[in-house]
T-cell receptor, first 116, second 111 residues
Framework: EAQVTQNPRYLITVTGKKLTVTCSQNMNHEYMSWYRQDPGLGLRQIYY???????DKGDVPEGYKVSRKEKRNFPLILESPSPNQTSLYFCASSLKAWGANTGELFFGEGSRLTVL | SQKIEQNSEALNIQEGKTATLTCNYTNYSPAYLQWYRQDPGRGPVFLLL?????KEKRKERLKVTFDTTLKQSLFHITASQPADSATYLCALYTNAGKSTFGDGTTLTVKP
């Protein structure tokens, strides 16, 4: 089954304790992206990756890191989480970012993170 | 700064009527626009895409229009059903890779 898988789905952590949210897709997609969703602010793009070893900042990259060493995986790293990073996080992928197809994004089920 | 606004947080309509959702944007020159559906606790699901050179797109009971002069997209669901109740998001794409989503409009279709 074609899917984007995020882990963990739920996490409660404390300020400063490094964590990684994993994202994996099995559709051989070139493009992957991370978003956070907060009430009243909608979905905001954190980082995106056009292909392996190519990443770029979205609108709210502060406090986050990403890497794209393999095509299927795009982990989101919070080196020193703070309470303002409490949010619902979504990973998404698309065949390509531009042109060749619709750019349809396939989303994971979300990871709800609480930082105390 | 770039901004997307969806007409209202909530829209309530009667079953069988047409739901019309609005997406307005400023300081953008998008190449294409997408609409997604999001159910509570789930990730968004792609519905339709419309490009800047297209005026209208249809898919079954769904219709999207795109007016780059007004900087507006309208999303219509005809013959609405209670199962259409969800939050609908519009998203704009400009430079390759960067996307911006609206806050969403929550549609409730009452039987």
């Amino acid at each position: 089954e074609a899917q984007v898988t995020q882990n963990p789905r739920y996490l409660i952590t404390v300020t400063g304790k490094k964590l990684t949210v994993t994202c994996s897709q099995n559709m051989n997609h070139e493009y992957m992206s991370w978003y956070r969703q907060d009430p009243g602010l909608g979905l905001r793009q954190i980082y995106y990756s056009m292909n392996v070893e190519v990443t770029d900042k979205g609108d709210v990259p502060e406090g986050y890191k990403v890497s794209r060493k393999e095509k299927r995986n795009f982990p989101l790293i919070l080196e020193s989480p703070s309470p303002n990073q409490t949010s619902l996080y979504f990973c998404a992928s698309s065949l390509k970012a531009w042109g060749a197809n619709t750019g349809e994004l396939f989303f994971g089920e979300g990871s709800r993170l609480t930082v105390l | 700064s770039q901004k997307i606004e969806q007409n209202s947080e909530a829209l309530n309509i009667q079953e069988g009527k047409t739901a019309t959702l609005t997406c307005n944007y400023t300081n953008y020159s998008p190449a294409y626009l997408q609409w997604y559906r999001q159910d509570p606790g789930r990730g968004p699901v792609f519905l339709l895409l419309i490009r800047e050179n297209e005026k209208e797109k249809r898919k079954e009971r769904l219709k999207v229009t795109f007016d780059t002069t007004l900087k507006q997209s309208l999303f219509h669901i005809t013959a609405s059903q209670p199962a259409d109740s969800a939050t609908y998001l519009c998203a704009l794409y400009t430079n390759a890779g960067k996307s911006t989503f609206g806050d969403g409009t929550t549609l409730t279709v009452k039987p």
